[in-house]
């Protein structure tokens, strides 16, 4: 597996209480499907998890083709971060629960 993210930026997301937050998103696919993998579509949303905190919902559109993808999203601040693998055509959704509203 070899790590793809030159194409897709980190995200910027705001929480319901105003403050931003970057999140990261690395994508792992096997060396013979990088001519493949040349743009991953990523969209996040932010909401209150109903605990004093937000959920940050990541989605990763995996390119066709792809034979496996392994995404590992993140947030640097509060260390959070969490995994999904999905083939190509699906959508990969992560959740990354911070506490900060």
């Known amino acids: 597996m070899v790590l793809w993210c030159e194409s897709d930026p980190p995200i910027q997301v705001v929480t319901p209480a105003g403050t931003n937050l970057t999140v990261n998103n690395m994508i ?47 947030e640097n601040r509060y260390q959070v971060a969490s995994p999904g693998d999905g083939t190509g055509g699906t959508v990969v959704t992560t959740y990354l629960d911070v506490p900060i509203t």
């Open 28 to 74: 792992y696919v096997p060396r013979y499907d990088m001519h493949l993998a040349t743009h991953f579509p990523v969209s996040a949303a932010a909401a209150a998890d109903g605990h004093g905190g937000t959920l940050i919902t990541v989605h990763v559109q995996v390119a066709w083709g792809v034979s496996l993808a392994h995404v590992v999203s993140s």
